[in-house]
């Protein structure tokens, strides 16, 4: 069975880097094959990887919908046809491969294809021994259950009272949907006061955290994001990478 990191937060605090980042990690430190998804209907973790999406699974569901619909899908049931479609969107690397979700539901009534896409996509993931989800905004696909069970959910926040707010809200939310983890680590991402850290004790004690961390403000990040630089090509030594680097082994233990 895979083991799955899910990684949440509010739009912003740069969840979707730091799922990149994990990604490239795990696959330097030998945790391979990983199976990427993109969860967010921006679908920006491709640029981040160094790859690009060309299907997306809404983008399939809308097709399948449409031609069901028009009764032309004939031959050929929807799940088997909805497989081979899904296995399209798959963007094929030596070291992971990548699916991303794409934009959410229109108007009208998915329920059947959602339930079948769910089905194929825990038939794929099946053949992957480390997952990486980043989640859109919220806990939406954790609540659907797009992934059945998060090893690891790592929560996002941005180091503000506000920030940490949020954060709490999101956790006490999960627990209200029963989102189901095994551990949870909080990370609090690109603070530029040092002494925000006296605020992390706090932290793991509202929350429960398995561990909370710290990051500061990354300008060797900053500046890939802004070049769409590939993630996989950052500094072993950049202090981001060795926090992720000595967490990995903690939470795979």
Do not use: W
């Amino acid at each position: 069975m895979a083991f799955t990191f899910a990684v949440s937060g509010k739009g912003g605090v740069g969840k979707t880097t730091i799922a990149g980042i994990l990604i490239t990690r795990l696959i330097r430190q030998g945790f391979e094959p990983v199976l990427a998804v993109d969860a967010d209907p921006n679908m920006c973790l491709d640029t981040l990887l160094g790859v690009k999406v060309i299907k997306s699974i809404g983008g399939i569901r809308e097709e399948a919908r449409e031609i069901a619909s028009k009764g032309e899908l004939q031959g050929i049931a929807r799940q088997d046809y909805l497989q081979l479609k899904v296995s399209q969107c798959l963007v094929e690397t030596d070291h992971f491969d990548l699916i991303a979700m794409g934009r959410s539901e229109g108007p009208g009534c998915y329920c059947s294809a959602n339930n079948a896409l769910k089905t194929i996509i825990s038939q794929i993931s099946s053949s992957y021994p480390y997952i990486v989800l980043d989640n859109e905004a919220g806990l939406e696909n954790l609540s659907r259950r797009i992934i059945q069970q998060v090893d690891v959910l790592i929560m996002v926040a941005e180091p503000s009272k506000m920030g940490i707010e949020t954060l709490l809200r999101l956790q006490s939310l999960a627990n209200e949907m029963n989102v189901k983890y095994s551990k949870l680590v909080i990370i609090i991402n690109r603070h530029r006061n040092p002494g925000f850290s006296g605020m992390m004790p706090g932290i793991k004690e509202k929350t429960n955290a398995d561990m909370v961390i710290n990051f500061p403000d990354n300008i060797e990040i900053a500046e890939f994001s802004e070049q769409g630089k590939s993630l996989f090509d950052l500094s072993g030594n950049n202090e981001i990478v060795k926090q992720i680097d000595e967490m990995i082994p903690q939470i795979l233990k």
